[in-house]
């Protein structure tokens, strides 16, 4: 089955300083593939997606290339601000839709931007 | 357009009692799926509906159930409630084609800000 794999938390960063957060996939086929971002109390906000090897999504300074060669989605920003302190959420989806929705999420990153 | 509304935002019950949450989905969307989300689990796919009719389903026992109606809007039901239930219930929507069996890309999922329920 599908599976998303996603380093661990928390991640502590000062602000101005450059973020990586890695993920990697299993899937058959070439699924697409999505952050996610989750800041205290609230729901997932899609950050970027990516729908096909080599796309590179990209919003408000964070972006992730879907690398097909080594099944990897890594999220970065170069210079990270205390209001990105938030859990982020690499994901995956099944190809076609015939299947129906549904979203195979990794485990989540915190991430904590001191001033 | 307004975004994805769920309601209540919290709520606590106790063992035993059964609860009914609801999910308004963006306008002109008619996929709604749920996901638990739990500090030791993670987010875990519920299920998924389109068209009022369940289209997928995650591995999760039969006292979790859900519904969705001809306007979209959908509701999750959990009978029994255990402690473990204790979690984030989100809902999420996205935007189908007309037939709702278009073999492409799957549309985007946009998520509410989920229903807090606590288990005593």
């Known amino acids: 089955g599908n599976s998303v794999t996603q380093m661990e938390g928390p991640v502590t960063l000062s602000e101005e300083a450059f973020l990586t957060i890695n993920c990697t996939y299993t899937?058959?086929?070439?699924?697409?593939l999505f952050w996610y971002v989750q800041y205290p109390g609230e729901g997932l906000q899609l950050l970027l997606k990516a729908t096909k090897a080599d796309d590179k999504g990209s919003n408000k300074g964070f972006e992730a290339t879907y690398r097909k060669e080594t099944t990897s989605f890594h999220l970065e920003k170069g210079s990270v601000q205390v209001s990105d302190s938030a859990v982020y959420f690499c994901?995956?989806?099944?190809?076609?839709?015939?299947?129906?929705?549904?979203?195979?999420f990794g485990g989540g990153t915190r991430v904590l931007v001191k001033p | 357009k307004a975004g994805v509304t769920q309601t209540p935002r919290y709520l606590i019950k106790t063992r035993g009692q059964q609860v009914t949450l609801s999910c308004s989905p963006i306008s002109g969307h008619r996929s709604v799926s749920w996901y638990q989300q739990t500090p030791g689990q993670g987010l875990q796919f519920l299920f998924e509906?389109?068209?009022?009719?369940?289209?997928n389903k995650g591995n999760f026992p039969g006292r979790f159930s859900g519904r969705q109606f001809s306007n979209s809007r959908s509701e999750m039901n959990v009978s029994t409630l255990e402690l473990g239930d204790s979690a984030l219930y989100l809902c999420?929507?996205?935007?189908?084609?007309?037939?709702?069996?278009?073999?492409?890309?799957?549309?985007?999922?946009?998520f509410g800000p989920g229903t807090r329920l606590l288990v005593l």
């Open positions: 509906y389109f068209s009022e009719t369940q289209r």
């Open positions: 899937a058959t086929g070439y699924p697409s």
């Open positions: 999420a929507s996205s935007l189908e084609g007309e037939s709702g069996t278009y073999s492409g890309p799957q549309e985007t999922q946009y």
């Open positions: 994901a995956l989806s099944d190809l076609f839709k015939a299947a129906g929705n549904k979203l195979t």
